[in-house]
Nanobody, 128 residues
Framework: QAQLVESGGGSVQAGGSLRLSCVAS???????????MAWFRQAPGKEREGVAA????????YYADSVKGRFTASLDNAGNTLYLEMNNLKPDDTAMYLC??????????????????WGQGTQVTVAS
């Protein structure tokens, strides 16, 4: 059974840092390349928001404007783990952070419906 397991969330003060991890296993996909992966976040009462995502070829990373310059996403050498290094955290970053995988060609990386697989999420809370 396909799994995406997130970890690394927690509570920090504004200006602090956290590093999230998402380990993918048994993901079924078409084609020869491993699937694109992404980080989303969702705060209570708000829509799920795309934070960062790999390109379909996994050679580029896309970021939401709200996190550019503060967050860095990367893949491990095996390509099974997606990280999100979060620096200079702000209270507005408080949310459940979820990992997603397998986005088909032509779909929008920011749109949650573009992804086939989702993890359960890890909570990030930033105190002012």
């Amino acid at each position: 059974q396909a799994q995406l397991v997130e970890s690394g969330g927690g509570s920090v003060q504004a200006g602090g840092s956290l590093r999230l991890s998402c380990v993918a296993s048994k993901i079924t996909y078409s084609g020869n390349s491993m699937p694109a992966m992404a980080w989303f976040r969702q705060a209570p009462g708000k829509e799920r928001e795309g934070v960062a995502a790999t390109s379909l070829g996994r050679d580029e990373i896309y970021y939401a404007d709200s996190v550019k310059g503060r967050f860095t996403a990367s893949l491990d050498n095996a390509g099974n783990t997606l990280y999100l290094e979060m620096n200079n955290l702000k209270p507005d970053d408080t949310a459940m952070y979820l990992c997603a995988a397998y986005r088909e060609s032509g779909s929008n990386w920011r749109y949650p419906g573009s992804y086939h697989y989702w993890g359960q999420g890890t909570q990030v809370t930033v105190a002012s």
